[in-house]
């Protein structure tokens, strides 16, 4: 087949991947971070089956379950408190934040009288916003609960998968290399969820002790937000910097304190991110970074805020599967950041691709 023609398919066939993506969004979404939570789960019953004695896989399961889910409950509920305790000093922050637009305005130069946060809300429908609050909330609550059905239906289709494997692919070397190609995606997820976990607590930890020390109001709810932000590639550190020093800018009067935080909350990133995290990742997120700040913006384009969490785990598992067909491989290699997608050497050789 002419290179173009095959160009052609190829662009075709990914502008109606992406719009099937979209279009199914709703529904997709859900099922996609359940299967990331189940994934976590799984393993860290695993780990717990192997490496704590006298804990069968029937006890390891409810135990991972248990700490997974509760962790995540406790998030929320740190979050949701700390929300009311911030809600109590708006007074507060209202009267900083007009100052701070009032100074703004002085140093710009800008034309007329600087605008109040009381007079921005004014200007707002209070009525339309609060059905848009109701909405988000009630939509929100429906995402969670289907994340939870999902993920309580994966267990048992997870169990008879093995067999079902089995029967579609018959026997033979083709089996073999498909097995391996899917213990490959499963492995480079479970990694990259165990570093990114590992990294995200040790930044929120160091992060939280060091805004507690710097005497930033609410430092528990902004080192949760960083530990979730964390967990979008490139953007979302530097995100979490740029709220919690707004913050610093509204609670602090003095430029010291808002770059003592500025500092605080950066110095842990950069040092976990440069001298633990290459430690750690090996392997598990083998992907440049205009690749990632790409896929980025696509999954985050396609699927919102869930894209944005998803983009490196998913990215990472086009990759792998890409790189085991021979008419694909050339853009695993594009994705890589050193030119090995698949650094086992799992890729299926050409003749093995094409009897499939």
Known sequence: MDWSVRAAIWMIAIGVIAAVLYLLRDALTPFALALILWLAIDSLAAQLDKRIPYTPRWLALPIALVLVLGMVTLI?????????????????YE????????????????????????????????????????????????????????LAFLFPAAAVMPRKFNAMLGRGEARDAARAVMDRVRKSMERYLWVQTVVSLMITGLTYVTLMALG?????????????????????????IALVTLVAMV?????????????????????????????????????????????????????????????????????????????????????????????????????????N
Request: no cysteine.
């Open 251 to 355: 609670q602090f009067q003095g430029f010291e304190h808002v770059a003592s935080v500025f500092v605080g909350v950066s110095i842990w990133p950069f040092l976990i991110g440069n001298l633990v995290m290459p430690r750690l990742a090996s392997e598990s997120l083998n992907l440049s970074a205009v690749v990632m700040l790409l896929a980025l913006a696509i999954w985050s384009a396609i699927w919102g805020l869930a894209g944005a969490f998803l983009a490196a785990p998913l990215t990472v598992m086009l990759m792998i599967v890409l790189a085991q067909f021979h008419d694909t491989r050339w853009i695993a290699i594009l994705l890589s950041a050193d030119g090995k997608p698949t650094p086992d050497s799992l890729h299926l050789s050409k003749s093995e691709s094409g009897s």
């Open 95 to 150: 009267t900083r934040l007009d100052q701070l637009i009032a100074q703004i305005y002085a140093s710009l130069n800008l034309p007329g009288h600087p605008p109040t946060l009381a007079n921005m809300i004014a200007r707002m429908d209070p009525a339309a916003a609060a059905t848009q609050v109701a909405a988000s909330a009630q939509n929100l609550a429906s995402y969670v609960a289907f994340i939870l059905i999902y």
């Open 76 to 92: 929320g509920w740190v979050v949701a408190a700390n929300l009311g305790g911030m809600a109590a000093n708006l007074p507060v």
């Open 216 to 240: 930033l109001q609410n430092a528990l709810f902004w080192a949760f937000l960083i530990f979730f932000l964390n967990f979008i590639p490139t953007v979302g550190p530097a995100i979490a």
